[in-house]
């Protein structure tokens, strides 16, 4: 996605221009604000409101699966999950190696344990061959499921902007209590 179709996307989601390339959406039901600074390339998340960032990877225009999860994070607060339930690049060390893993998004519930992980990817083919990791050997999310034993979902999720609206993606595993982990893939 370019610069120029970023901007066309945020205004076609709600964003305001408040100033000289920066634009902001407002939450009023959680009293914050997701800004973006088109001049910087900085996407600012609402952390003062809870919102945790544990790596700020995605806050930046660096990679255009950051735009995915910009689109994600605004889909959830739009549907209600509270700033302070959503954490960024969640860090997890895998195995006996220093290499660790990161997720996109975690979200949590009341009781503060992890809901669901989201992996995000960029539309197309990083999409589809991160779906058949994912049923093939369980992919990146599965080794995250690893590390967040509580987790009720994995989700995979991609978005992109058609000129005119915003097309998502997502395919979802349920962790079912009684008979394990369940996944089905086509």
């Not at 634009?23 to 609402?46: A, G, N």
């Not at 093939?136 to 995250?144: A, K, P």
């Not at 979902?153 to 609206?165: K, M």
């Not at 998502?168 to 369940?182: A, M, P, V």
Request: proline letters at 2%; aromatic letters at 14%.
């Amino acid at each position: 996605m370019t610069k120029k179709d970023f901007e066309k996307m945020v205004k076609v989601i709600g964003f305001l221009m408040i100033s000289n390339n920066v634009y902001e959406k407002q939450y009023p039901v959680f009293d914050c604000s997701i800004r973006i600074d088109f001049e910087k390339e900085l996407i600012i998340y609402p952390e003062l409101s809870g919102l945790k960032i544990t790596n700020h990877s995605t806050c930046n225009f660096s990679d255009s699966e950051n735009f995915v999860v910009l689109e994600c994070v605004n889909r959830l607060l739009e549907k209600g999950y509270r700033p302070n339930h959503i954490e960024l690049e969640k860090t997890w060390t895998l195995g006996h190696d220093t290499k660790g893993g990161r997720s996109d998004i975690c979200v949590s519930g009341e009781d503060g344990k992890t809901l669901f992980i989201i992996e995000c990817k960029t539309f197309g083919k990083p999409y589809i061959r991160e779906y058949h990791n994912t049923c093939n050997d369980g992919g990146q999310i599965f080794s995250y499921w690893q590390q967040e034993r509580n987790c009720k979902w994995l989700v995979l999720y991609a978005s992109y902007f058609d000129g005119s609206s915003v097309i998502y993606k997502t395919e979802s595993i349920r962790r079912w209590w009684y008979s394990g982990l369940q996944c089905q893939c086509i």
